[in-house]
């Protein structure tokens, strides 16, 4: 999930470590009717909150399903494992988590779907290793998710890789889960700099796939300054970063509820850039009605602006869960 971190902050425990990769089963098993996905991305809140849930230990809280807070509307299970054969990924449940069972996270998710959220598969993470870059490899990362998501029950898949994509197999790969799952949800996690010009590979998947994506929730951390949208130089950890750089993504082709806010959930959880809850409620309402600007104001406003994202529900528990219970309620209140 983040990148360009040091050391020392890998010494804290404040990244986001991806699992170890297993090249055990790659997910592909019959299920349960069961665990077919309950919600979908036709069900996803016209403003929804995004949190990634750790599938390891790293010095956050440890946490069950069960245990994440109703304020967030999409739980992405991080994360999904290369098994070495190119494009093809596979989840197996890290035993720090303590689960009895792979049917008792099963029935965590289907709780979940019960109160109307969705559950996705991310694919990534700062230390991740898949690579889609080959039509090869597109077909074996499409039939590797939908394995998962029958498996499981995951509702859709996060793309949150941090070591280069390829906009064309990654679009070839989408799109062939999309047409074996219509109601698959899609969300994206780029860095920054991923998304500075629709040139950029993450950027050109991302329109590639509009007609189904269900939102891209840039990191806005551990990047240092970047350009915004009026082409001035902004510093990250401040209302106008988030504003001006989730212009960029408004003014060139994505939908308003497709740009959603990623922030860490406490310091800890990220190298730099954390700004206080208080600041994404200023900016989602700078976005969606031009109020509590910084410095910055978009010269139109957004009503539809999806949400925001936080890494991670377990960072987010670390600090008393003040991330979810300070955006969930004002996300849910935006126009």
């Known amino acids: 999930m983040l990148a360009g971190v040091t050391a020392a902050v890998l010494a804290t425990g404040g990244i986001a470590l991806a699992g170890t990769a297993n090249a055990g089963e ?3 098993g019959t299920s349960a009717s069961s665990q077919q996905p309950a919600v979908g991305a036709s069900a996803v809140p016209k403003h929804a909150v995004t949190g990634y849930w750790q599938n390891f230990d790293n010095g956050a809280k440890v946490q069950k399903l069960a245990e994440v807070p109703d304020d967030y509307d999409i739980v992405a299970v991080a994360f999904a494992d290369a098994t070495g054969k190119p494009g093809q990924v596979d989840f197996k449940l890290d035993p720090a988590l303590g689960y009895a069972s792979e ?3 099963k029935a965590d998710i289907d709780a979940l779907h019960k109160k109307g959220k969705s559950v996705i598969i991310s694919v990534g993470g700062e230390k991740g290793a898949v690579s889609v870059g080959s039509g090869a490899a597109a ?9 998962l998501m029958d498996k499981y029950g995951f509702d859709g898949v996060d793309i949150d890789l941090e070591n280069g994509l390829n906009a064309t197999y990654m679009t070839q790969a989408l799109k ?10 899609v969300t994206m996690a780029p860095q920054t700099i991923d998304m500075q010009s629709p040139q950029n590979e993450y950027f050109k998947t991302a329109l590639n ?21 009026d ?9 106008d970063f988030l504003t001006s750089l989730a212009c960029i993504q408004l003014k060139n082709g994505l939908d308003p509820s497709q740009v959603g806010i990623g922030t860490p959930a406490s310091p800890r959880a990220a190298g730099g850039g954390y700004v206080d809850p208080a600041v994404v409620n200023n900016a989602l309402d700078c976005l ?6 910084g410095t910055f104001k978009p010269d139109k406003t957004y009503p539809g ?31």
Do not use: E
């Open 231 to 239: 082409g001035n130089v902004v510093s990250q950890g401040s209302v």
């Open 103 to 105: 049917a008792d996270f």
């Open 288 to 293: 969606a009605k031009g109020t509590n600007c």
């Open 176 to 185: 062939s889960i999309h047409a074996a799952k219509p109601n698959v949800v």
């Open 139 to 147: 077909d074996a990362f499409a039939k590797s998710i939908t394995g």
């Open 209 to 229: 796939i509009k007609s189904f994506l269900t939102v891209v929730n840039m990191q806005y951390y551990n990047s240092g300054s970047m350009n915004g949208c």
């Open 26 to 28: 790659t997910g592909t």
């Open 305 to 335: 602006i999806r949400g925001a994202m936080t890494w991670s529900t377990n960072w987010d528990a670390t600090a008393g869960n003040k991330w979810s219970s300070t955006v969930g309620p004002h996300v849910d209140k935006l126009p």
